[in-house]
Nanobody, 126 residues
């Protein structure tokens, strides 16, 4: 089993940047595919991006060109660099993990990931 802890959220003006971190503990980090999801008030949890050990990084259309997902297996950490933030990016951002070194077939479905962090709030003001 793996435990996940997110950090890096906060309040930022539109056009600004934030870098979220997800630190994993408990098992071999490189054996897990990682993903970020987000959930705004009154909305369903939505996929943001995923990264595996041997597969490509995949982004939601809303994140393409603005967000960059990376991982450092030596530090057991996944990072989500978010640039050009918009008010509609306001949400709680969750880190998620599932066993496997390849990109999961249903990489954009929350139910694919059995392990979740507690979330970190991102608020973008206009």
């Amino acid at each position: 089993q793996v435990q996940l802890a997110e950090s890096g959220g906060g309040l930022v003006q539109a056009g600004g940047s934030l870098r979220l971190s997800c630190v994993a503990s408990g098992r071999t980090f490189s054996a897990y595919a990682m993903a970020w999801f987000r959930q705004a008030p009154g909305k369903e949890r939505e996929f943001v991006a995923s990264i595996s050990t041997i597969g490509p990084v995949v982004y939601a259309d809303s994140a393409k060109g603005r967000f960059t997902l990376s991982r450092d297996n030596a530090k057991n950490t996944a990072y989500l660099q978010m640039n050009s933030l918009k008010p509609e990016d306001t949400a709680v951002y969750y880190c998620a993990a599932t066993e496997g070194v390849a990109t999961p077939r249903r990489y954009n479905v929350a139910a694919t990931y059995p392990y979740w962090g507690q979330g970190t709030q991102v608020t973008v003001s206009s």
